[in-house]
């Protein structure tokens, strides 16, 4: 009877599909692409893709990368049993280009999709588990750390403007998960105006729809840098200490 009701339980929440941005140029990296750099021996975008695959609440991966890495992403998806990898395919021109053209190849009945950076590889299972749930029930959602710099807003020729309250600036994270044809139609809005966005809570934000922000995790690094690298390499360390 129990298993039943979890079966119940499983049909009835909306299915969600992640879109994992990997087609960018790793231009502070050297020109190395850094999804494809060994993190603790695993490549940085299995990592994240492994977080996906025992996430309870995403149903199918789509990876969206450079046409050069397609076929080495697809075999390292058979290689670490990736089992939820529906598609490796081309990505755009922009980040926001690749996530529309992800965001075609899903499934028909799926309801959400959640935009990961392939470049996160320490995010958790919990986390996306939380921002799902979270923009099921409000339609539009992502992960949010508060900012401990003090953040300055300067002038063209780099003079100080205005020095902004840091009690109200979050850093957001991904996954950042919408409803399907709220993210396509905010994606599609910008890449006609030829709008550029950093990600894609920006560009929902352009149609006048609300995000809403949950707590995320400090570790939930992206990996830019190779110092960022090593800091990543330090946090896993100590998360296997303490498990």
Do not use: W
């Not at 909306?14 to 879109?19: K, Q």
């Not at 695993?42 to 046409?67: G, N, Q, Y």
């Not at 992206?222 to 998360?239: C, F, H, N, S």
């Amino acid at each position: 009877m129990l298993s039943f009701f979890k079966k119940y339980r499983a049909a009835q929440r909306p299915r969600c599909a992640a879109l994992v941005a990997a087609a960018g140029s790793s231009t502070r990296m050297g020109g190395i692409n850094k999804l494809l750099q060994p993190l603790d021996g695993v490549p940085v975008l299995i990592r994240t893709l492994e977080a996906l695959e025992r996430s309870r609440l995403v149903d199918e991966i789509i990876v969206a990368a450079r046409e050069c890495d397609l076929v080495e992403i697809a075999q390292l998806c058979h290689t670490y049993g990736i089992t939820k990898c529906a598609k490796v395919v081309r990505g755009g021109e922009s980040r926001a280009h690749s996530v529309l053209l992800a965001a075609l190849e899903v499934s028909a009945d799926v309801q959400l999709l959640a935009v990961q950076d392939g470049a996160r590889p320490l995010v958790t299972p919990e986390l996306i588990d939380k921002v799902v749930a979270q923009a099921a029930r409000c339609g539009a959602a992502a992960p949010a750390v508060p900012v401990k710099d003090t953040i300055k807003q300067i002038r063209e020729d780099g003079a100080v403007e205005n020095t902004l309250e840091r009690s109200h600036l979050r850093a957001v994270q991904t996954p950042q998960v919408f409803t399907a044809e709220l993210l396509k139609a905010a994606l599609q809005s910008v890449l006609e105006q030829g709008i550029e966005v950093t990600d894609d809570c920006a560009a929902v934000e352009l149609l006048g729809k609300v995000v809403f922000l949950t707590e995320g995790d400090e570790a939930n690094l992206k990996i830019t840098t190779p110092g960022d690298l090593v800091l990543a390499e330090a946090i896993l360390q100590t998360r296997e200490e303490a498990t």
